[in-house]
């Protein structure tokens, strides 16, 4: 079965910040671990730039460039961050390029034709900021977008419409079989199709400048909204990749866009005949230091300044273990730092370090000196975790089984034992080097930057490797 895995399409208003690093690092390493099961051809990943929203013309004006500029300066943005921050995706969509267009206007099309997309009249509360609609009872007292404080404009035009309503009983039970996770998420969806219903929502805007023009009526343009949740078709929508999407599809959001993923998305796949997602999983949002992140904290935690501080690896493990994926949690540099002295210097780099040291002092690093080990059982918590999305608690197996062996070692003492050949010494350090095994393995998923270095050390089915340090210090 295949794997296809998704992040959302990132607007292109400022540079990655650690939200959107925590998510793709996250997709990239499920991507991982599944192109280690079951081989590379088996996986897709996928992340990209949402390019077509009204803002992006006020923000190319003032940097005084064309919104091609802007817009191919700021996707390079998110291309070098996520270089530098090791992520292996298969595509990077944008959708200003014309495969998507041209996937898009076919999808609308073939709305059109099933008869679930209709022009009517609109009139509503827009915000500018959030490009979206709101409801009066959305609104804050004062009447203005509780995000943005600012009064909606009123709008009435006519709009093309896709009928979400007629929908609503099969999203309900969609939604109550478990197509969003955390169950949390998904019953605040229940509970808004029961207590609001859903009304029809508005697809396009017409005389808006930028955007995909509707594909019958060019003076309309698709609602950003709309055209953007159909990247994650157009990536694979080429006959040699359309199998990924008859595989295992999961999409990874914020918590706050799960309406458009788990509403207006398998609404419209359900009208076109497509087969659905198998889930959506909704992670939570950072504090930073305690505090909620605004842009000026955002930048005291930019991801590759802290990439290269601390290395890819340890960013990303810091922050998958950070809090259980789903939840909201706190980050900080401090954190950062600690799972890096402590975890990773100071667990898995003294052990390697210690065990391959001793193997070679005393068995000349031959390890067919060495009786055949148990398997190590840590393993298949490790991939029950990964497979259900538990990212935490594949780390915590992983830092466990660090503990635990770093602990087995000091408590066996075998410097302290006269024959290095009695079977108790021999059988402690088969069980030892099994374990760095199933670690290294297992970092190939978590650090793969670090699993290289230890592979190199783990040398080969005869004999250790060369000694290279994995995880240098790092200056205070
Ligand atoms: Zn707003």
């Known amino acids: 079965m295949e794997h296809y895995f998704t992040t959302p399409i990132y607007y292109v208003n400022a540079a990655p910040h650690i939200g959107t ?10 991507a991982r671990y599944w192109r280690k099961k079951l081989g590379r051809e088996y996986v897709r990943f996928t992340t990209g730039t949402d390019e077509n929203s009204q803002k992006t013309l006020s923000a190319a004006a003032a940097k005084g460039q064309s919104v091609e500029e802007y817009l191919s300066e700021m996707a390079d943005e998110f291309v070098d961050c996520w270089g530098q921050l090791g992520i292996d995706y298969d595509d990077f969509i944008r959708t200003t390029e014309p495969r998507h267009e041209s996937t898009v206007q076919r999808l609308v099309t073939q709305l059109m034709e099933n008869g679930d997309v209709y022009l009517g009249d609109y009139e509503g509360m ?7 609609f709101l409801k009066e009872s959305e609104l804050n007292e004062a009447g203005q977008c509780p995000d943005h404080l600012i009064a909606p404009e009123k709008i009435k035009e006519k709009n093309y419409f896709f009928r979400l309503s007629k929908y609503q009983d099969w999203l309900l039970e969609l939604l109550q079989g478990g197509f ?17 219903g859903l009304d029809d929502i508005s697809i396009s805007r017409e005389g808006a400048e930028i955007g995909i023009a509707h594909p019958s009526d060019p003076n309309h343009k698709l609602y950003v909204w ?4 159909m990247n994650y078709y157009t990536s694979i929508d080429r006959p040699e990749l359309n199998h990924f999407w008859h595989g295992e599809v999961t999409h990874l959001v914020g918590k706050d866009i799960t309406r458009f993923h788990c509403l207006i998305w398998p609404a419209m796949l359900h009208s076109l005949g497509l087969p659905l997602p198998k889930q959506v999983f909704a992670h939570g949002f950072f504090t ?3 505090q909620k992140m605004s842009k000026s904290l955002g930048n005291a935690v930019e991801p590759r ?13 810091a922050l998958l273990s950070a809090f259980a994926f789903g939840n909201d949690g706190d980050f900080s540099e401090d954190h950062l730092a600690e799972v890096y002295r402590t975890k990773l210097a100071g667990g898995l780099g003294n052990l390697v370090n210690r065990v391959i040291t001793l193997i070679d002092k005393y068995y000349n690093g031959d390890k067919s000196t060495l009786p055949v080990a148990p398997a190590v059982i840590h393993v298949e918590a490790f991939g029950k975790h990964m497979e259900a999305l538990e990212l935490y608690r594949a780390c915590e197996v992983f830092f466990d089984l660090i503990d635990q ?7 066996a003492e075998p410097w302290k034992a006269p024959d290095k050949q009695a079977p108790e010494v021999l059988a402690l350090f088969a069980g030892q080097l099994a374990t760095l095994e199933a670690l290294s393995d297992m970092a190939e998923v978590l650090l793969p930057e670090a699993a290289k270095r230890l592979k190199l050390m783990l040398g080969n089915a005869q004999k250790t490797g060369e000694r290279v340090i994995l995880f240098p210090q790092i200056e205070a």
Do not use: M, V
């Open 21 to 30: 690093a925590y998510t793709t690092l996250a997709a990239d390493t499920l």
């Open 126 to 132: 827009y915000c500018s900021r959030c490009e979206t």
């Open 180 to 196: 969003l996770k955390p169950e949390k998420r998904a019953n605040e969806l229940i509970s808004l199709i029961k207590n609001e």
């Open 226 to 229: 709309t055209e953007a949740l």
């Open 288 to 290: 930073i230091n305690g």
């Open 305 to 317: 300044a802290l990439a290269q501080k601390y290395g890819a690896d340890a960013l990303r493990i």
């Open 405 to 411: 062996t770093n602990k087995q070692l000091a408590d």
